[in-house]
T-cell receptor
Framework: GNSVTQMEGPVTLSEEAFLTINCTYT??????LFWYVQYPGEGLQLLLK?????DKGSNKGFEATYRKETTSFHLEKGSVQVSDSAVYFCALRIRGGGGSNYKLTFGKGTLLTVNP | EAGVVQSPRYKIIEKKQPVAFWCNPISGHNTLYWYLQNLGQGPELLIR????????DSQLPKDRFSAERLKGVDSTLKIQPAELGDSAVYLC???????????FGQGTRLTVV
């Protein structure tokens, strides 16, 4: 089956530190990969995505590169801010069954806390 | 543009009682999803609708859970009777089509005591 494994948290960093959150996946087929973010008290928001190998998704200073050879999609940011404190979810989507049956499979999430 | 709206935000009920959650998707979105998020876990799909048709309900525990999307717009998820293990956050999401970005609501946090 399909699954996503994320680095366990929580992750605590000081402002302006470098961030890496590891994500690896297993999938039957060729998935699209996503990072979602959940700020305190809010719903999940799409942060970035990549749909094919070697694609780089980027948004708000965050980046992740689709690595098919290592089945990974690690999230990075060069300089985190206090406002980046949130839970980050790695996810994949692949066709399930016939036709256009898409389903998001999520990792467990990684809590990031950034201190001033 | 209004996002996905869910209500209530929080619900506390006693076990064996019924409970219902409501979701209003983004206008024009044909696809609607209900996800279950247990504490410390990622969301898991319960059911997906294309307009008013439930096209994937394989993960919905049908002995106690039911859902409907009459007229292909708003949706209701019901649990009857609730069990202690149902305590979780229930997320609703919608998208233009099933291959487009899904937008999530804030969720309903259910506590069963």
């Amino acid at each position: 089956g399909n699954s996503v494994t994320q680095m366990e948290g929580p992750v605590t960093l000081s402002e302006e530190a470098f961030l890496t959150i590891n994500c690896t996946y297993t999938a039957t087929g060729y998935p699209s990969l996503f990072w979602y973010v959940q700020y305190p008290g809010e719903g999940l928001q799409l942060l970035l995505k990549a749909t094919k190998a070697d694609d780089k998704g980027s948004n708000k200073g965050f980046e992740a590169t689709y690595r098919k050879e290592t089945t990974s999609f690690h999230l990075e940011k060069g300089s985190v801010q206090v406002s980046d404190s949130a839970v980050y979810f790695c996810a994949l989507r692949i066709r399930g069954g016939g036709g256009s049956n898409y389903k998001l499979t999520f990792g467990k999430g990684t809590l990031l806390t950034v201190n001033p | 543009e209004a996002g996905v709206v869910q209500s209530p935000r929080y619900k506390i009920i006693e076990k064996k009682q019924p409970v219902a959650f409501w979701c209003n998707p983004i206008s024009g979105h044909n696809t609607l999803y209900w996800y279950l998020q247990n504490l410390g876990q990622g969301p898991e799909l319960l059911i997906r609708y294309e307009n008013e048709e439930a096209v994937d309900d394989s993960q919905l525990p049908k002995d106690r859970f039911s859902a409907e999307r009459l007229k292909g717009v708003d949706s209701t998820l019901k649990i009857q009777p609730a069990e202690l293990g149902d305590s979780a956050v229930y997320l609703c999401a919608s998208s233009l089509r099933d291959d487009r970005e899904a937008f999530f609501g804030q969720g309903t946090r259910l506590t069963v005591v």
